[in-house]
C-alpha cells in the first residue's frame, strides 16, 4: 500500500504563498486522481483540490485561482501551490489518493497557519 506524506505546511503572514508537497512511497501513475484536503480547527475536513491522471485540475470556489496543484509522475510526488494566503485558509491540510475503491486513509497532514 502507497504511503503519502505531506509537508511544506507553517506560518505565514496573510497574502503570502506556501507550497505544500506530497510524496508517495511508491508509484502515483496507477492512481485515478490525487487530491488535497485540509481540516480547519473546530471544522470538518474539506475538499481543496483535485488533479486526475490526465493532469485535469478542479477547485472550489474558496481557493479556485489562488492554489494550483501539479503532480510529477516520475517522482511521485504531488504539490499544493498557495498563494494569497488569507486567515481562512488556517488549517491542517492533507493529501490522498483516489483509488477505484475510493479515497485512501488520512495521513498525519501538515499545518498551515495564515496570520493575518
Known amino acids: 500500500q502507497v504511503q503519502l506524506v505531506e509537508s511544506g505546511g507553517g506560518l505565514v503572514q496573510e497574502g503570502g504563498s506556501l507550497r505544500l508537497s506530497c510524496a508517495a512511497s511508491?508509484?502515483?501513475?496507477?492512481?485515478?486522481?490525487m487530491g488535497w484536503f485540509r481540516q480547519a480547527p473546530g471544522k470538518q475536513r474539506d475538499w481543496v483540490a483535485t488533479?486526475?491522471?490526465?493532469?485535469?485540475?478542479t477547485y472550489p470556489d474558496s481557493v479556485k485561482g489562488r492554489f494550483t496543484i501539479s503532480r510529477d509522475n516520475a517522482k511521485n510526488t504531488v504539490w499544493l501551490q498557495m498563494n494569497s494566503l488569507k486567515t481562512g485558509d488556517t488549517a491542517v491540510y492533507y493529501c490522498?489518493?483516489?483509488?477505484?475503491?475510493?479515497?485512501?486513509?488520512w495521513g498525519r497532514g501538515t499545518q498551515v497557519t495564515v496570520s493575518s
Open positions: 488533479i486526475t491522471r490526465g493532469g485535469e485540475t
Open positions: 490522498r489518493a483516489l483509488r477505484a475503491l475510493g479515497w485512501s486513509s
Open positions: 511508491g508509484s502515483i501513475f496507477s492512481f485515478n486522481a
